[in-house]
């Protein structure tokens, strides 16, 4: 029987399959949502796409049947040999390994991939999912964009604006890498078994220059300084990180005064143009990274 014709719990009752709650698997199981992922995901004909986790392959099935060419990475063995008994060979590749320790370049070419613009889509388990989207956004790989189902809360606070509860160094980070879309709120009855919270699709498109001029490594950890006492003010939270740049408080002050900036502002209300344009400063004054 085609794969689109059986549900994850046919499939699950076939093959007595286990589920390893380790891997935190919740399998699609609604049919409409696999259309709109792709969708989402903007696949078309003649993409090649990368999908990590791809479970008992529903969604991969569905990618394939819109032209794309998909390269399929499983860490569960009893699933890869689910997925290669009932996947199209033609358009599928499916690789066994754990996507984090996997070089994913060798993994495409290995698929027949010859550096195409690519892009990742993904149903992740909740425990890794910041880590797997920081890999495809660090990569040196083409993305053009990276489509995830991650945790609600999880892609609220990828997308979230400055002044915002949802605000942190997780957005800052994603936003300096790519400009996040939420497509879609997805509530758990979707799945096989049911997860404990809802989940969403969140694309993200991938930037081809950075949106601010600062050095990265550094404009990183004012990010990660500014951050690391959330309730202090910003100014008292960088305290370290301009003692290791050989820097003190009164020319952080002057910089916030230049750049017009409110001497008690805290990290949360500061944007990503705003914490480039600190580090730039700091940088002008010869801080030592």
Same mark, same amino acid.
């Given at each position: 029987m085609a794969l689109e014709a059986w549900t994850? $719990? $046919? +499939?699950?009752?076939?093959?007595?399959?286990?589920?390893?709650?380790?891997?935190?698997?919740?399998?699609?199981?609604d049919k409409n949502l696999l259309q709109s992922i792709v969708q989402d995901a903007g696949v078309t004909s003649g993409d090649w796409v990368l999908e990590i986790g791809p479970g008992l392959g529903t969604l991969t099935q569905a990618l394939a049947q819109s032209g794309a060419q998909v390269t399929a990475v499983e860490l569960d063995r009893d699933l890869v040999q689910i997925l290669r008994q009932h996947l199209e060979p033609a358009a599928i590749s499916v690789v066994e390994g754990d996507a984090l320790e996997l070089d994913w370049a060798q993994v495409l070419q290995g698929s027949?991939? $010859?550096?195409?613009?690519?892009?990742m889509v993904a149903n992740l388990p909740y425990y890794i999912t910041t880590p797997l989207v920081m890999k495809a956004l660090e990569s040196a790989l083409p993305f053009q964009t990276v489509t995830v189902m991650v945790q609600h809360e999880v892609a609220l606070r990828m997308q979230a604006a400055?002044?915002?509860s949802d605000y942190g160094i997780l957005s800052l980070v994603v936003q300096y890498y790519s400009q996040p879309h939420l497509c879609r709120v997805v509530n758990a009855g979707s799945f096989y078994p049911k997860p404990d919270v809802d989940s969403a699709v969140i694309r993200l498109d991938?930037? $081809?220059?950075?949106?601010?001029?600062?050095?990265?490594?550094a404009l990183f950890t004012v990010i990660k300084g500014g951050f690391s006492q959330r309730r202090k003010k910003f100014r008292n939270a960088l305290k370290h990180v301009l003692q290791d740049w050989n820097l003190?408080?009164?020319?952080?002050?002057?910089?916030?005064?230049? +750049?017009?900036?409110?001497?008690?502002?805290?990290?949360?209300?500061?944007?990503?143009q705003q914490f480039g344009a600190i580090t730039e400063a700091l940088l002008a004054l010869g801080a030592q990274p």
């Open positions: 994850p $719990q $046919q +499939l699950v009752r076939e093959y007595r399959f286990r589920f390893k709650k380790r891997f935190g698997q919740n399998f699609i199981s027949g991939w $010859q550096g195409h613009p690519l892009k400055p002044g915002t991938v930037r $081809q220059q950075p949106p601010v001029g600062a050095p990265k490594a003190d408080m009164a020319q952080l002050d002057a910089v916030l005064a230049d +750049l017009n900036l409110d001497p008690n502002v805290r990290a949360e209300a500061l944007s990503l």
